[in-house]
């Protein structure tokens, strides 16, 4: 196996390093592993012949890791009230004809 050897590190960079690898349970060696293991696998593919796209671009935009070093992807645009205006425009009347979810949750706890 290689050794890699990264020299004249901020400080800050470091520290925020430490304090990833404390949030997810890894060791700052760990930590450094999941990130290249994320880069690398991001390498440039060609998809059905389309040119090259890199295979998070196709999951979206990485914002950030999560506890495993996983990227978070941003997929959409919209802010919330955007996607509630929409649903609200796509179906304008509620729904009637069902019971409401406090109405099945009351059921269940009065069935014990």
């Not at 997929?75 to 009347?93: I, L, N």
């Amino acid at each position: 196996m290689a050794n890699i050897s990264v020299k004249d590190v901020p400080d800050q960079w470091a520290e925020a390093l430490r304090q990833r690898a404390a949030r997810n349970h890894r060791s700052l060696q760990g930590e450094l592993m999941a990130i290249i293991e994320v880069a690398v696998h991001e390498t440039v593919t060609t998809i059905g012949g389309h040119g090259a796209t890199s295979s998070l671009a196709l999951r979206g935009t990485a914002v950030g890791f999560d506890r495993f070093g996983h990227p978070i992807a941003r997929r959409g645009w919209k802010t919330v009230e955007q996607v509630a205006a929409e649903m609200r425009a796509k179906y304008p009347d509620p729904i009637t004809d069902v019971p409401l979810g406090v109405d099945i949750i009351r059921a269940e706890r009065d069935a014990r």
